[in-house]
């Protein structure tokens, strides 16, 4: 299936690929564009939009759109629950709700500065999600 969402990723629009990838749809293809040819090419390609104004699968009230995903496709993985309270953090600018928001936000930026290409930064952060992830599942495991 193809998704598409905004070109220069960041937070989210890393976080929502990975996801999608690794619960979702492991052959998910991923198109990024301008925000204001999303929809349209979305249309045209049959394409999942998200991550995007007028895209169901986009921010609602304090959610960001990782969390609406986990929603969307009932996943219930605690450790990716704890992972959503990151990603939603570092993505809504509510760093201190998080510990480990802030670094995320700065690899963000710093996969950006490095990886301008949206396919290749996604793929190259996908390890550190990885990463991530391996640790949430350590942490709800202690809880």
Known sequence: MKWITRSHVHVDRVACPWLIRRFID???????????????IAAKEGAIAFDTPG?????????????????????????????????????TDHLEADPLAAGFEAIAVGYGLRYPDDLENIERQFEVYDALYAWCRLDVAKQ
């Not at 169901?56 to 309270?85: G, N, Q, S």
């Open 26 to 40: 492991s052959e998910a293809e991923f198109l990024f564009v301008p925000k204001s040819k999303v929809l349209e």
């Open 55 to 91: 895209a169901e699968l986009h921010h609602r009230d304090h959610l960001c759109t990782f969390d609406v995903i986990i929603k969307a496709y009932e996943l219930t993985d605690p450790a990716l629950l704890r992972m959503a309270r990151v990603i939603n953090a570092a993505d």
